[in-house]
């Protein structure tokens, strides 16, 4: 059993393992739901709505079409990812699903790796279980829609930011943000925010050599205190390896010094420059165990203060001893600080606003550059400058109109069909103006009459704010496509594996984003509070949906389990009054509180569910599977008596059943009752054509 734990010890203390674990876990689990839903989804193959607008466009990609006819209506990275995943291995679209869920797993592998960064590797662990068993995140890996891509990009993004130092790492750092603009043009708001943080957002952080370290931990402390520090290092290494494992190496002091070497802290690929030929072999201690370094010592000795005073500023750095061979002169000199003095660049300080502008130049050049071709290509098709979009205008008067209630709301004449709204917003542009218009004048129109709405009635917007916040907030899922709790209990059972949900979050990370408010400007945690405002700024301005939501979950993650683990910290330490922990409680019992009413005032989103049977229906119909088509149809009018809707998918699938003379007359008792914009809609239906020309009856 002691070997055993020393065996998982030593295991979770190797850089690659734990991140490895993370992300074959979530791949495992993501493949499991996947068959599941390959079995029993209609689904699985039966797209709707964006789904199949995203499969029509990257299927016209793959056969050639790569540079398109029209400007872009909607982000078009999406579907061309999956034309590059349908050029490599077939189009199907378990390939779809498979690389989406190598996108969640590399997605949870992420957010492992900021918590550990940001907070404690537990932390890492703590969060990146959350997230794999976040419902949404892993039921949207299993639709056609960009949403998986988008989280993994936010995150990437948020990485890379978190550990850019250079500019080349700004550079990567800038490619990813303009992939994410090319996925989600809402990402554009950070194209200010970024530079912003860069040069006033970051904590100070001085770029200083290893050697350097030591070398001014040596200076201030004498030669004289190396014989006492190897004692004491010893002993240390005694005790330290003695509770975890059975075989403590033998560690005398005349080791120490070698072992507080500089070269001995590097890989022995890195260790090798720094010594002779003769020196001991580098990567001593790299090879032995890291976890003598000084994070561990601090958990290993928390009391023992002249004991971390004297090892932990000397191990970052190492120190030369008695008995090793001596570096080479240039490190050795700027290791004493004596002679030939280090290099300028060793003492650079990052914070210099020079180097700052360079990094925000080597993060925007690319942003200039990708987002700059997509737009270049959209002006070559139509000449009017549009970024990436041109659907930016009409969502944005879809969510601030007079009937607007913070979720979509489909504009006065625009066809519920994906596929037709395209036509319908250029029509009602172009009547209200009396003159033709190009996709950028159309988008300018439907940003105009929603800036018009605001103008008008400035009360009312902040009431529709409020209500658009409250919602972000909320566990109920606003969406017009996909409902998670209607598949989990119609098809896919394995689904109910992810039991976290949004309730869980919130609390949490209304406590963690409180606690470490005041430390935002340190260990990168300004990142997290700006990719979490991205999003709530995206919702605020247009509408609140379930999918424009994923992206900040991750980072609400974070910032409750990092908030959790330093209220624990809080809580037993003894720095910390009574009265600070009573009031840590009280915030936590608010913040449980709130999520309580949000609980209790949810509604129940059942008005929905004749809808779902209705796409259910349409999609067994394009199946040919009429049976199962009509069984649909039939469910929708059982809960809406009324649905003229359900009773023409009724008729038309009687018409290809062949009873042509029913189908018909149904069809002549629903169409006159639908609203204009559906009856727009089924106008164009191929399949109603037919019955129509069989009837003689005129849309």
Partial sequence: MKRLYSLVLAWSRTPYIPGTAVFGLSLILQLVVGADYDRHSPFFSGLICDSKVYDTWATSILHGDWIGHEVFHQAPLYPYVIALLWSMFGQHYAVIYLGQA????LTVLLVFLIGRACFHRCAGWVAALLCLLYGPLNFYA???????????LHVALAYALLAAQRPRHWLWAGILCALLIIARPHA?????????????????RPKRNKIQTAGDSLKNRGKSGIPELA??????????YGRRSARPPEISPAMAPIALHPAMHLSPRRGADFLEPGCPRPGLMYGMDTGVRAPRLQRRFPNNKSLLDTLITPLRGGLPGAGVPSPRPDVWNGFRGEGTPAPKTISQHTNSYQIKLIYCVAFLVPILLLVGGVACRNYTIEPDWVLISCNGGENFYMGNNPKADGIYCRMPGISPDIEQQKVDVKQVAESALGQPLTRAQISHYGWRKGLSFIRSDLARYFRLEALKLKRIFSGTEYTNMYFLWFERAEFTPLLSLFTVRFYFILPFAILGSIILASAWRRRGLGVLYLMSLLTVLNMLIFYVDERYRLPLIPFLILLGVGGTFRALQMARSATHTHLQKAGLALLFLAALTLTAYQVRTEPDRLDVIPQLYNNLGEVYYKKCDYHQALKMFYKSTQLVPNSWEAAIGVGKTIFAMGQKDMGVHLYQQAFPNLDPELQQTYAKDHDLNRLREYGEIKP
């Fill in 188 to 204: 554009l708001l950070l194209v200010p925010l970024i530079p912003a943080w860069i040069l006033w957002g970051q904590a100070d």
């Fill in 231 to 240: 004692e004491k290092l010893a002993g240390t290494f005694s005790a330290f």
């Fill in 102 to 105: 190598l996108m969640l797993a």
């Fill in 142 to 152: 299993l639709k056609v829609l960009p949403d998986t891509l988008g989280v993994l």
